[in-house]
């Protein structure tokens, strides 16, 4: 009965606004402080859902738009329309419940994750993000409180198949990207349209930036550093920037028995030169950049021919473009010194696959540090190396990020684990966010 | 008419002996230091060789047991009987032309190489051997001269394919070796038995040591060493050993975003690291002795994961298995520092293909350095760094090995050259090395 009621509440808090009060009350800050998820629920939860697509060795296998990925999302509809939220799908595949503020021409502020994992993945990437949402929805519910702003939380679709359900929301998925064939075996559009999503439309999926107040999302860290520093909260930063290059390096191919060393252009000797000035020109600087090499091919790749020719990755990540482009330009003359010690060639193909960086909301960070504060918990600042829903939304909204410590860094594995107190922790600080978001000016 | 009368000559020298003045003078090294190859024809001949398999660019296509290195192999054969050799093929497939001495007690003094080519190799590698040992045996019966001891000019099977003829001839050909398929499509069997062998009697061609003197043969250097150094003759000091190991480096896959730089077990930054040793640690003494990195596989292999494996290969060659052994000993040292210094571990696995190292015999050096000498050519002592069917001759009887310069060290490429003055110095050193060797005690 709810959702029709929270449509007309909706639609009418002014005229209706002497009503509220008796089902509902506006809420405080001073009392808000005091709310707290339930955190057995939580964890139940959590484990709820890992068993849909549960593997042998502890992990989960539900890719997006699997037979599982869609009874997960008919069990998380449930959850929703339990928490009295008003629910609908997208035309990008979207589960949204929507919760009606106090003031219906306030933008909507928005909370959520994904649900979908990779193969193989683990219980909390994403899970996590979207139950913890919903716990805030259920704890509004269950105190009967109105928030001023309507509140939307949302599961989104194929976030491990590329932020596919963000992407759409921030206007930002393409037609061909729709025909890409997914782990499910289904092409994205197919798999859309398996979820109640309607492909043919996707522009209808898109958010109005005007119409939002905010996002934010919880996640499990995915790097080591809040469990080797114990801390319980990160404030995320932003999600860094991410360019990729192919390096060629190129030398001549000779035989291994008969070339000896002085006489050799050793393409695999210079990339491995490379590799190490990589590793020190990123490292020099104070900050959290990083750069990677992860992939290497060299050719002809035999034990008894020096390689002429290694093709390599490059990656580097940042918060800001700025330190992307320098640390890519000492590389880069790096690299020709290099060439001249090795006789070897380099050349740098930059590979379109790239992010730029998506920086939290300044004000949001100071909330997330507030509430962990108020909540006697200990807070870093920090970026996230990894990308997520929220650096698309981050196109169209103030958008946050609050990660909870995962244990070894080790995410989209069975191994993925985050201990119930930190789950808990973070989801109050959600909550606490959440409220603080509705009654600040931003 | 010759073979049938040498075959005579062979078995009745003792008793005939004052008859061979008639036909054939034994010949004394003040005369036979005046002999000369024919230049233009070994010229001519090593084109017309190449026509068997020749590519657009001037190469040569001509595996083993292919119709062309069949049709090549009958080409020969004709140039043996004009040479007046008495030509059979033995079980494994080598061709061979014999050419008595003056005292059929004598054991053989064997000279030859092959005739078949890597896939879309050059004109010169292998096809010098068999041309230039010709060459002897066409200046011999031309000056009517019999050498003391019999001689044979071998044209080996499969060369390129590994040592097929030779290692029948030392008796290290397995019989799970013939059941390789070859470039050419056929089985190594099927091959032999192509080319006019008895692969079900291989034990039949393998050489008795005591009925050896000596192997000798000239080759293309494949290196770029006599040519870097204008040196006419390169004196082969032995064909060396190899080692073969696969390098496994085990580190922690990570993702490439969240592991702060200073949290990572980056197996390929462990791997950069050992390539670097490898050069330094194989450059660090003075001597012949390469090792080589050619081969490198990083796990996952994905740009934005930091490489948790990776498996390379590392080749070590030299004269001596002790070098060898004292280099990978020091390798293996300094991998455990790395494996310190980058939270890696290091583990060896020796791959079987190894080969002993094969020195040639010091008396036959000196002998093609006096002949060298004499003929005006200047001269090197230097490794093979590359098998030839000498190492396997070397099993059985003294070995000698003769180099020309090769142009920028290319082989195997249809760009293989050697400049005609080359060649033929380098025929030339051969005749007159082999006729020292048939006037030499060792």
Redesign the interface.
């Known amino acids: 009965m709810f959702p029709i009621f929270s449509h007309f509440l909706l639609t009418t808090v002014p005229l209706w606004g002497g009503l509220f009060g008796i089902f509902y009350s506006a809420v405080e800050p001073l009392q808000y402080s005091e709310f707290r998820i339930n955190g057995p629920r939580l964890v139940q939860r959590l484990e709820r859902l890992a068993e849909f697509g549960s593997t042998p060795e502890g992990g989960v296998n539900r890719v997006a738009f699997s037979d599982q990925d869609i009874l997960s999302r008919a069990y998380l509809r449930t959850l929703m329309e339990r928490a009295g939220l008003d629910v609908r799908i997208d035309e990008a595949g979207n589960l949204i419940g929507r919760r009606p503020g106090l003031d219906p021409s306030l933008p909507v502020i928005l909370c959520g994750s994904h649900s979908d994992t990779v193969p193989h993945g683990g219980k909390y990437d994403g899970a996590l993000g979207v139950l913890a949402a919903l716990e805030c929805a259920q704890v509004l519910e269950e105190n009967k409180i109105l928030t001023r702003h309507p509140l939307e939380f949302i599961v989104f679709s194929d976030e491990e198949g590329g932020l596919i359900g963000s992407r759409a929301a921030a206007g930002e998925l393409s037609s061909e990207a729709l025909q890409i064939v997914s782990h499910s075996g289904k092409t994205i559009a197919q798999g859309i349209r398996d979820l109640g999503g309607d492909p043919d439309n996707l522009e209808l999926a898109r958010r109005e930036p005007d119409k939002l107040k905010a996002f934010l999302e919880i996640h499990v860290?995915?790097?080591?550093?809040l469990e080797?520093e114990k801390i319980d909260i990160g404030i995320v930063e932003g999600i860094?920037g991410?360019n990729?290059w192919d390096v060629t390096i190129e030398g001549a191919a000779?035989?291994?028995?008969?070339?000896?060393?002085?006489?050799r252009s050793?393409a695999?000797?210079g990339?491995?030169?490379f590799?190490?000035a990589v590793?020190s020109i990123?490292?020099a600087k104070p900050g959290?950049q990083?750069?990677?090499?992860?992939?290497?091919r060299?050719e002809?790749?035999?034990?008894?021919?020096?390689?002429g020719r290694v093709v390599l990755?490059?990656?580097l990540?940042d918060l800001s473009a700025d330190t992307i482009r320098d640390l890519f330009s000492e590389i880069r003359t790096s690299a020709q010194k290099i060439a001249q010690g090795t006789g070897t060639r380099f050349s740098f193909a930059p590979?379109d696959a790239t992010a730029v960086p998506a920086p939290t909301h300044p004000h949001i960070r100071d909330l997330i540090e507030s509430s962990a504060r108020e909540l006697g918990l200990s807070s870093l600042r920090m970026p996230?190396?990894?990308?997520h829903d929220a650096q698309e939304m981050a196109r169209l909204a103030p958008m946050g990020m609050i990660f909870v410590p995962s244990k070894g860094?080790?995410?989209?594995s069975p191994k993925e684990y985050t201990a119930p107190q930190d789950l808990i922790n973070g989801a109050n600080v959600l909550l606490q966010t959440l409220l603080k978001i509705d009654h600040s000016r931003f």
Do not use: C, F, K, Y
């Open positions: 860290e995915q790097g080591g550093v080797r860094v991410i990729w000779n035989h291994a028995g008969t070339t000896p060393m002085n006489m050793d695999l000797l990339a491995a030169h590799i190490l590793n990123v490292r959290g990083v750069g990677t090499v992860g992939r290497i060299a002809p790749g035999a034990p008894n021919v020096i390689p990755s490059l990656e990540r590979i996230s190396g990894a990308g860094g080790i995410s989209h």
